[in-house]
């Protein structure tokens, strides 16, 4: 299983990125796909997750303004961040737990910057 994360970068305040993760060796209909970003000396956090079932959910600092979605031609899913803040600079993560038995898979994180 591979999961790869791209797409972070450095952005000013009020713009936008899109985040991608690769994922192979794995199927979205057995597995619930997220995203999770960790600052420095803190705990990791949920950012917002796709289930297999194609619902979603989001952390409630992020609702409204950022985006999962997931394309199962290509097996990536995405997270469109829009409206950026400060408070969004982290490392994100992908992350897929199959439903079946709760394996994870973690991806390598994407540095994501907002600053001015």
């Known amino acids: 299983v591979q999961l790869q994360a791209s797409g972070g970068g450095l952005v000013q305040p009020g713009g936008s990125l899109r985040l991608s993760c690769a994922a192979s060796g794995i199927s979205f209909s057995v597995n619930v796909m997220g995203w999770y970003r960790q600052i420095p000396g803190k705990q990791r956090e949920l950012v917002a997750i796709?289930?297999?079932?194609?619902?979603?959910k989001y952390a409630d600092s992020v609702k409204g303004r950022f985006t999962i979605s997931r394309d199962s031609a290509k097996n990536t899913v995405y997270l469109q961040m829009n409206s950026l803040k400060s408070e969004d600079t982290a490392v994100y993560y992908c992350?897929?737990?199959?439903?079946?038995?709760?394996?994870?898979?973690w991806g390598q994180g994407t540095l994501v910057t907002v600053s001015s």
């Open positions: 992350n897929s737990k199959r439903i079946t038995d709760l394996r994870t898979y």
């Open positions: 796709i289930t297999n079932s194609g619902t979603t």
